[in-house]
């Protein structure tokens, strides 16, 4: 497999360093609110990245944490009148109830950054130790930036231009305008912990290192995270950890590209700031998770409200094929009828792509593509009023529910009963249409009489109420049947 390592700044060959295992570490959330669709994209991206790699037979360990002390919780617990400690556990539960709806599946290993304090302070001591941290007469710690020469080797930041212009703030205790802090000093009605440098609690950089090395065997093979993280977080995770042990950090980092809303960078200053409950008031969590797979991971994905229902419909295409297939193997009769020999040659083609997309730095849009080259070649025999009826047909029928099942295990969709999954659909777009369904039986009723009675002008007047409001009608020997545009 080819992963696009960040350090490197180029495709590589994954390789592990230990043959067939592989320990694998993704910055979590911050505990202080509900999860947006950043949040989603990332949980997404390396939830398809174990599965794949657990697809291939590799034995994977994976950690993700969750950073339950730091400013901002510290902020929204003043404004709810809780503890720190409840809004965390409040916005972790929440985080794995949103998870639970995008079918991502829980970490290995859940490291909580208040269950490692005497790691972090360990840590911080051997830093000290060697000169390249130092604490303050208040108590801070701060580590020593110009003490690691290869700073910026994964940002590709030069030193020397961001000291320029730098500035030591007054009132602050840093030798250096780049330091940054491994240990603060305790404030009035916050929580801290008991250290050698006094009441403090951690710095957020210093949580996953010591958290990664208290849990896996260093190097890790792969750490991954958001490309807002890449600078300061992931910079300074290196420059701690390979300046307190004296060896490689991580040997593949993974970065997912960046989430805007309608072309623009998501904030709440903009109001487009859009949490995962939010979206799922309108639409299916399976709907969510293909269209943040409909993009290469690296690249920025843009949600709008019009490609949420081109992924839904591009699901429901996929489903409804499904649904047909799954009839259609229901025949009792089969005749022998030879398929075209290219058919179950492309059919093995796509296969190998769909794996190949995958393994080319997991590609997760190219993979789709290819899941879709399938179902119009199922549609295509289907529709052929002799092909349908091959026993060669059946054969390749019974051999998509096998690729289905791995489509499902590997990117987490594509995995419901075609007709549960189809009827939930129907119901939530009733809901967010707001579609009065009294009102479009009442007119179907209607035009079922007026059909009885001839009276075609009208049957047609009324499909095409319908379909003001929305409606699409199929008459069908068993009935009218009726689906949201």
């Known amino acids: 497999m080819q992963i696009y390592n960040s350090l490197s700044r180029r495709k590589e060959l994954f390789t592990p360093a230990v043959p067939g295992k592989v320990n694998m570490y993704v910055c979590g959330i911050t505990a202080y609110d509900l999860c947006h669709i950043g949040h989603a994209r990332s949980a997404v991206v390396f939830d398809v990245l174990v599965r794949y790699l657990r697809h291939t037979g590799l034995d994977v360990t994976f950690a993700r944490n969750f950073t339950d002390v730091d400013d901002k ?12 400690q409840q809004v965390a556990e409040k916005y972790i539960d929440t985080f794995y109830e949103d998870m639970d709806r995008l079918n991502v599946l829980r970490a290995d290993i859940e490291p909580k950054a208040t269950g490692h304090i005497l790691e972090m302070i360990a840590l911080c001591e051997k830093l000290i130790a060697k000169g390249k941290a130092y604490a303050t007469p208040s108590g801070d710690v701060y580590f020593r930036v110009r003490s690691f020469p290869e700073y910026g080797k994964l940002s590709g930041r030069d030193i020397d231009d961001m000291r320029s212009g730098a500035r030591v703030a007054p009132g602050e205790e840093k030798e250096d305008p780049l330091d940054f802090a491994l240990w603060k000093a305790a404030k009035p009605g916050e929580p801290s912990w008991t250290s050698p440098w006094g009441e403090g609690r951690p710095g957020w950089h210093i949580e996953c290192s010591a958290m990664s090395e208290k849990h896996m065997p260093l190097p890790l093979d792969i750490h991954g995270g958001g490309q807002d993280l890449i600078f300061p977080h992931h910079e300074n995770e290196i420059a701690q950890t390979e300046a307190a042990l004296d060896k490689p950090f991580v040997r593949y980092w993974m970065h997912n590209g960046f989430v805007q809303v309608d072309a623009e960078k998501m904030s709440k200053s903009l109001g487009n700031f859009k949490t995962i409950r939010d979206i799922l008031e309108g639409y299916l969590p399976e709907v969510l998770r293909f269209f943040l797979l409909t993009k290469h991971y690296r690249s920025p994905i843009d949600f709008t409200f019009d490609s949420m229902d081109e992924a839904e419909k591009s699901l429901k295409r996929i489903y409804e094929a499904l649904s047909l297939a799954r009839t259609e193997r229901g025949r009792s009769k089969w005749s022998a009828t030879p398929l075209p020999a290219d058919v179950t040659a492309e059919f093995d083609t796509l296969d190998r792509a769909f794996d190949e997309a995958l393994e080319d730095d997991l590609n997760t849009a190219a993979a789709l593509g290819h899941v879709f080259g399938t179902i119009r070649l199922v549609n295509r025999l289907l529709e052929d009023k002799n092909l349908r009826k091959s026993a060669e047909t059946l054969a390749l029928l019974e051999r998509l529910d096998g690729l289905v099942a791995k489509w499902m295990k590997v990117l987490g969709v594509f995995g419901r009963e075609p007709e549960a999954f189809l ?18 039986d009442a007119l179907l009723e209607e035009r079922k009489s007026v059909r009885a009675a001839k009276d075609f002008a009208r049957a047609d007047a009324i499909r095409d109420e319908l379909a003001a409001l929305g409606i699409e009608v199929r008459d069908t020997p068993s009935g009218a049947v009726w689906d949201v545009l």
């Open 423 to 440: 009827s939930d659909l129907k119901e939530c777009r009733i809901r967010r249409k707001g579609i009065d369904t009294t009102k479009v």
């Open 73 to 84: 919780i510290i902020k929204r617990a003043n404004e709810e009148g809780l503890t720190s």
